[in-house]
């Protein structure tokens, strides 16, 4: 079974440029995650999709953070224009069933950000 | 709101002793317990978690974790080190009952270092 595969791995911008993240969870998961993890500290959800629906963005910094997950699949999550402090890495989790936290969320590579 | 702390963010051991990573939680009621592992540039690898029963769960890798709730905590265990449990370990709480979102909250992170 194919686990989470995320795009970029690295990527490396300049201040106010923006930048895509792309998400392809775990055929079936219904619910997929984004998570910011800045360095040296644990990963923080920025917004967690059930199907298409994006029912927790309560964390996402709306100004310049947008994430889409058109059919409810694949996901993108975009920052435009990214700031220095956005330099993190940028975590998507996929997990089988909706509103039952006890199921395992399985996690991608991430992609690396670093913004100069 | 839920917390997690992890007791020391940097443990270093012998090969062959005795591994012991530790994790107190806030919250006003039992949550699910998780602990996950970190390779360097990789994803998040669930370890072991506990939802209900046993409160002693036994994980992947010779890892087991005992949930105390008179304790609030979640410490990690293994009895014997290896070189290759070199890593980053995060534990995580997610809410449990009526506030089940399946959002996990994560602590700081433990570096453990494993020595020759």
């Known amino acids: 079974e194919a686990g989470v595969v995320q795009s970029p791995r690295y990527k490396i911008i300049e201040k106010k440029q923006p930048v895509a993240f792309w998400c392809n969870p775990i055929s079936g998961h219904n619910t997929l995650y984004w998570y910011r993890q800045n360095l040296g500290q644990g990963p923080e959800l920025l917004i967690r999709y059930e199907n298409e629906e994006a029912v927790d963005d309560s964390q996402l910094p709306k100004d310049r953070f947008s994430a889409e997950r058109l059919k409810g699949v694949d996901s993108t999550l975009k920052i435009q224009p990214a700031e220095l402090g956005d330099s993190a890495v940028y975590l998507c989790?996929?997990?089988?069933?909706?509103?039952?936290?006890?199921?395992?969320?399985?996690f991608g590579p991430g992609t690396r950000l670093t913004v100069l | 709101a839920q917390s997690v702390t992890q007791l020391g963010s940097h443990v270093s051991v012998s090969e062959g002793a005795l591994v012991l990573l530790r994790c107190n939680y806030s919250?006003?009621?039992?949550?699910?317990l998780f602990w996950y592992v970190q390779y360097p540039n990789q994803g998040l690898q669930l370890l072991l978690k506990y939802t209900t029963g046993a409160t002693l769960v036994k994980g992947i890798n010779g890892f087991e974790a005992e949930f105390k709730k008179s304790e609030t905590s979640f410490h990690l265990t293994k009895p014997s080190a290896h070189m290759s449990d070199a890593a980053e370990y995060f534990c995580?709480?997610?809410?449990?009952?009526?506030?089940?979102?399946?959002?996990?909250?994560f602590g700081q992170g433990t570096t453990l270092q494993v020595k020759p």
């Open positions: 919250s006003s009621v039992p949550p699910y």
């Open positions: 989790a996929s997990s089988a069933a909706g509103l039952s936290g006890n199921n395992e969320q399985f």
């Open positions: 995580a709480v997610s809410p449990s009952g009526a506030g089940n979102t399946g959002k996990l909250i």
